[in-house]
């Protein structure tokens, strides 16, 4: 069955149709090379500095401070690692991030880790959020660079970016902020809010897929990441994606504009989900209450194996995620629920909704009325729902029950 009720905008969002009209002439007539003299590689020239006044215009940026990527994790790779590079010389040697980033900060720093560079990961609280206080006192004089993501892309908890900005800013260091759910749902100033660098990715508000870009304050120098040519002020070298960047400066045009009113209808639907779920017994809301996207519900449901959950989702055409890995190979669930305390067994049970501007209200009546007979019917499946509700302890166990017995 395909997708007849999508709700996994925040692993990728359908490509609007304002998006493909605009990118469609620069796969057509306009499919010249932007760096080329003759008139359709100017007009391909022209299209992607227009492309870029937007992007910067949605963040508070100058047009001059953007560079266009292939999406959020080369964003996040070039400004960790380009900065960090340039920095060892000067004596930088530690960098803080959060326990709870995407993987495209997580594995970089990792990678540096092994580099020798020192790192300080920052817990977060119960509810997901960073404290800015643990970021002021994390500090050093060596500190090169604090990447703190803006809002979470598992739990939709949105961080104290402008607290932790105005920090980074007194003491000096670099402050980065992995922005790719954030932009387009969140207002954002990188100005005011003392950001000095941000990742944002085009597939994750209805542009097309392999499209990103990385905002850099002037002055932040950055080692190039790729060589090769003077495309992108010889920093990121490669033939531009001329349609690809198009549809992201309209793609984020659009998310900002129409901000205010998908907030408000979002958070709603959104709300709506989430009281309902949370009537049925053992289940919990991830994340902050109101601290998050207005497109995200997460919930933990207790005694049910999230892959489980999600193949009887899809029978219905309900297209989701969840903190859970079992069939794929690992056994070890989001480390996102894990760093907000869920135990193993019930960061299993967890089911990701995330909404976007082509969800409706209908949508949510029909996950509403699919989702708790499958959440009952997988219970009395489970050999660890009895012991739950008898209070037995079962931390340790997880993806322990039958999944060919889901089709009896
Ligand atoms: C999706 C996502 C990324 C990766 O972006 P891509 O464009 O898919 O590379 C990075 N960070 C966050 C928070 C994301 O949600």
Redesign the pocket.
Known sequence: MGCVVYVDN???TKTSKKVIDAMLPYLTEHYGNASSVYSIGRDARNAVEESREKVAKAIGANASEIFFT?????S?NWAIKGLCDRLKAKGKNHIITSVFE?H??LHVVESLEKRGWDVTYIDVDSNGLVSPADVETAIREDTALVSI?Y???EIGTIQPISEIGEICRRHGVVFHT?A??AVGNVEIDVVEQNIDML?M????LHAA?GI?ALYVRKGIVLTNFIEGGAQERGKRAGTENVAGIVGLGVAVEEAVSTMAERTERLSKMRDRLISEFLKMERTHLNGHKEKRLAGNANISFEGVEGESMLLMLDMHGICASSGSACTSGSLDPSHVLLSIGRSHEVAHGSLRISLSDDNTDEDIEYILDKVPPIIERLRSMSPLWERIIKNEDVINERCSYDISKMNE
């Open positions: 925040a692993a990728t292939s999406g959020g994790s080369e996040d995407h495209a900060v993501m809002a979470n892309n992995d790719v759910q990742s990715s085009g597939h994750k897929k990103g």
